[in-house]
Nanobody
Framework: EVQLVESGGGLVQAGGSLRLSCAAS????????IGWFRQAPGKEREMVSC????????KYGDSAQGRFTISWDNAKNTMYLSMNNLKPDDTAVYYC??????????????????WGQGTQVTVSS
């Protein structure tokens, strides 16, 4: 069974850091691009970061540039999102999802599936 499970969310003060994990089972990361997304109440879901293992490319959304870093552990089949200098605007449910399309070509609204259940990140001011 294909499954993506996010963890690592929590409550943090502005300026703090968190590392989210996305553990995959039922498939190999090598064959897919993995994206991190977030959705805040009343807002549309937005892409935070995407990583394609096959061509080692990473893409970041505007809100993540310079503060967030995506990494992966192939042995654990787990993707990580390290978030630094967190701001109250980063408060959202964070999800990971997969696509067979390289990040550089993917349509972030349409091409991702196998969504995890999400993990809540709350940043207090």
């Amino acid at each position: 069974e294909v499954q993506l499970v996010e963890s690592g969310g929590g409550l943090v003060q502005a300026g703090g850091s968190l590392r989210l994990s996305c553990a995959a089972s039922g498939f190999r990361f090598d064959d897919y691009s993995i994206g991190w997304f977030r959705q805040a109440p009343g807002k549309e879901r937005e892409m935070v970061s995407c990583f394609s293992i096959s061509d080692s490319t990473t893409k970041y959304g505007d809100s993540a540039q310079g503060r967030f870093t995506i990494s992966w552990d192939n042995a654990k089949n787990t993707m990580y999102l390290s978030m630094n200098n967190l701001k109250p605007d980063d408060t959202a449910v964070y999800y990971c999802a997969r696509t067979r399309i390289l990040c550089r070509y993917a349509n972030f609204r349409l091409d991702f599936g196998s969504w995890g259940q999400g993990t809540q990140v709350t940043v207090s001011s």
